[in-house]
């Protein structure tokens, strides 16, 4: 496996927020049942809850055994102390920077043709203009070997996603609740499975000083 490779901006760190507060019901469970095999893409904007949702999924995959990377297509990058907050096993989670789209594309396409992961991360930001060719190949190699390829973007509801051949959209939000503690909320705004509608809903603890 190649070195590990992150970008530690902190500021980074308004996006993710700890562990669940104990005994929060939730609408559905969020967990990677739902997007095995599947291209998906969660949304948000601003300080959103989507980097809580991604490394939700990734602890839920850590805890299956299943291996999981997360591939950069911007210069900054997540929080890794919050990460580790939060469940997340960083020793045995590589993440990748890559210098754009074009090269991230290709990084997540060798990975996904090893099959040797469950869960794939593409944090593609704003970038979010990806080929056609590049999203046929990705969500083909996402289904044959049965990998969960999630892609996070910067973008408002009403904005189209990332692409046709996308089999889940969600887009997360967050809400401070009066005693501090926020409520994360994913909204399926495109499901070619289930349809529309779903929603997971988490109280979360957000990183010392986080308001």
């Not at 939700?56 to 929080?79: H, I, T």
Request: proline letters at 8%.
């Amino acid at each position: 496996m190649p070195a590990i490779v992150m970008s530690l901006l902190p500021e980074a760190a308004q996006d993710l927020l700890g562990p669940p507060a104990a005994e929060q019901p939730r609408d559905e469970r969020w967990d990677l049942g739902v997007i095995e095999g599947r291209f998906v893409e969660i949304s948000g904007e601003g300080a959103s809850a989507a980097l809580t949702s991604a490394f939700g999924l990734v602890v839920d995959a850590q805890e299956r055994g299943e291996n999981v990377a997360w591939v950069s297509a911007r210069s900054d990058g997540f929080y890794p102390p919050d990460a580790a907050a939060g469940g997340v096993d960083l020793g045995a989670l590589p993440v990748v920077i890559a210098p754009g789209l074009g090269v991230a594309g290709r990084a997540v396409t060798h990975l996904l043709r090893s099959g040797a992961f469950g869960l794939l991360v593409l944090d593609l930001g704003g970038d979010a203009d990806v080929p056609s060719p590049l999203q046929s190949r990705l969500a083909g190699l996402a289904q044959h070997h049965g990998t969960a390829l999630l892609c996070l973007t910067e973008k408002p509801s009403e904005a189209p996603s990332i692409g046709s051949l996308v089999s889940l959209r969600a887009e997360a939000r967050r809400e401070v609740a009066p005693d501090g503690t926020f409520r994360c909320s994913l909204t399926v705004l495109k499901d070619k499975r289930r349809g529309p509608g779903a929603n997971f809903i988490e109280v979360c603890h957000g990183p010392a000083g986080l308001r």
